[in-house]
């Protein structure tokens, strides 16, 4: 098992940053490809970035490219999702997950987080 619990979440004017933040616990991190999904109200759960527990690769869905960086730091448990830019699009809850292979589908995810609000004002 492993347990992921997300922080960073708030309110943010359009055009600010957030840095989100899950730690996780359980087996062996450094050993899972990790990602970030969000959901917005009244919409499905749409990927919005991974990193690989190998060589660190990571994708981002066309939304958040050159604007969000995921990473990860293996010593402290810990997957990172820096937010540039805001838009208000980008309101949504927040979910961290942990897997057996990077990708967008979230069925290769096997854990999650409960999720960090994000909300962008105008």
């Known amino acids: 098992q492993v347990q992921l619990v997300e922080s960073g979440g708030g309110l943010v004017q359009a055009g600010g940053s957030l840095r989100l933040s899950c730690a996780a616990s359980?087996?062996?991190?450094?050993?899972?490809?990790m990602a970030w999904f969000r959901q917005a109200p009244g919409k499905e759960r749409e990927f919005v970035a991974t990193?690989?527990?190998?060589?660190?690769?990571?994708y981002y869905a066309d939304s958040v490219k050159g604007r969000f960086t995921i990473s990860r730091d293996n010593a402290k448990n810990t997957v990172y999702l820096q937010m540039n830019s805001l838009k208000p699009e980008d309101t949504a809850v927040y979910y961290c997950?942990?897997?057996?292979?990077?990708?967008?589908?979230?069925?290769?995810?096997?854990?999650w987080g409960q999720g960090t609000q994000v909300t962008v004002s105008l």
């Open positions: 990193i690989s527990w190998r060589d660190r690769r990571t």
């Open positions: 359980g087996r062996t991190f450094s050993n899972y490809a």
């Open positions: 997950a942990a897997g057996r292979d990077a990708g967008r589908s979230w069925s290769l995810y096997d854990y």
